[in-house]
């Protein structure tokens, strides 16, 4: 166990492995549940009202998952060597990068 800062701690995967055959979660849910709910006078735990409804919940909107196309591709080595160097996740930045010129496309068109 690394002690990082003040109440920080981190585990290996061997000691997080063994506190959950022990039964310890390394929460204090006995003394979270004896804590008082927040009442709103300290603006760190504040509760903003301005997404309640009249029910008292909470609303948002969340965007809908867009479907993903499976496709080959054919894009020039040097261009994949690039992606591939930034590491995990270079899929999601070719298609973001795709997406910009197709949305840039989309508002000259309509010029």
Same mark, same amino acid.
């Given at each position: 166990? +690394? +002690?990082? =800062?003040?109440?920080?701690?981190?585990?290996?995967?061997?000691? !997080?492995?063994? $506190? @959950?055959?022990?039964?310890?979660?390394?929460?204090?849910? @006995?003394?979270?549940? =004896? $804590? #008082?709910?927040?009442?709103?006078?300290?603006?760190?735990?504040?509760?903003?009202?301005?997404?309640?409804? /009249?029910?008292?919940?909470? *609303?948002?909107?969340?965007? !809908? #998952?867009?479907?993903? @196309?499976? *496709?080959?591709?054919?894009?020039? &080595? /040097?261009?994949?060597?690039?992606?591939? =160097?930034?590491? =995990?996740?270079?899929? *999601? +930045?070719?298609? &973001?990068? !795709?997406?910009?010129?197709? @949305?840039?496309?989309?508002?000259?068109?309509?010029?």
């Amino acid at each position: 166990m +690394k +002690k990082k =800062k003040e109440n920080i701690v981190s585990y290996s995967v061997t000691e !997080l492995r063994a $506190m @959950e055959a022990a039964g310890k979660s390394g929460s204090d849910w @006995e003394r979270a549940a =004896k $804590m #008082p709910v927040p009442d709103g006078s300290d603006p760190d735990d504040a509760i903003p009202d301005d997404n309640e409804d /009249d029910t008292g919940f909470w *609303t948002t909107e969340l965007p !809908l #998952p867009r479907r993903k @196309e499976h *496709t080959n591709l054919r894009i020039d &080595a /040097d261009v994949m060597d690039y992606f591939r =160097k930034q590491g =995990k996740g270079f899929h *999601t +930045k070719i298609n &973001a990068v !795709l997406r910009s010129y197709v @949305e840039q496309m989309r508002h000259q068109q309509t010029r």
